[in-house]
């Protein structure tokens, strides 16, 4: 089975950054995209970013410039780092894999961990 477990979340203030990590087990990483997603209270699931078998990444318009994703196939990992964060970052954020191409949706992902709190303070 594909497993995954996000962490790396805290309490912040706005401005700073986090750094947030995946890790996976059960699947051969190079079939795989991972795509980063988060929740605010009141609010439905979005997608932040993803990286896709081959690399390409996808942003949000509202991440973009600030945050980046990359990962990591000797340990079979993927980070999201979070550079600027603001307020309206805040938000539990899941990391999540599917079939190889990269996607802001979240219906093509299959396989979901828990996910690592970020609270911004302003």
């Known amino acids: 089975d594909v497993q995954l477990q996000a962490s790396g979340g805290g309490f912040v203030q706005a401005g700073e950054s986090l750094t947030l990590s995946c890790a996976t087990s059960g699947f051969t990483y190079h079939d795989y995209a991972i795509g980063w997603f988060r929740q605010a209270p009141g609010k439905a699931r979005e997608g932040v970013a993803c990286i896709g078998s081959d690399g390409r990444t996808l942003y949000a318009e509202s991440v973009k410039g600030r945050f980046a994703i990359t990962s990591d196939n000797v340990e079979i990992k993927a980070f999201l780092q979070l550079n600027s964060l603001k307020p309206d970052d805040t938000a539990v954020y899941y990391c999540?894999?599917?079939?190889?191409?990269?996607?802001?949706?979240?219906?093509?992902?299959?396989?979901w961990g828990q996910g690592t709190q970020v609270t911004v303070s302003s």
């Open positions: 999540a894999a599917k079939w190889r191409g990269c996607s802001l949706l979240l219906t093509p992902y299959g396989s």
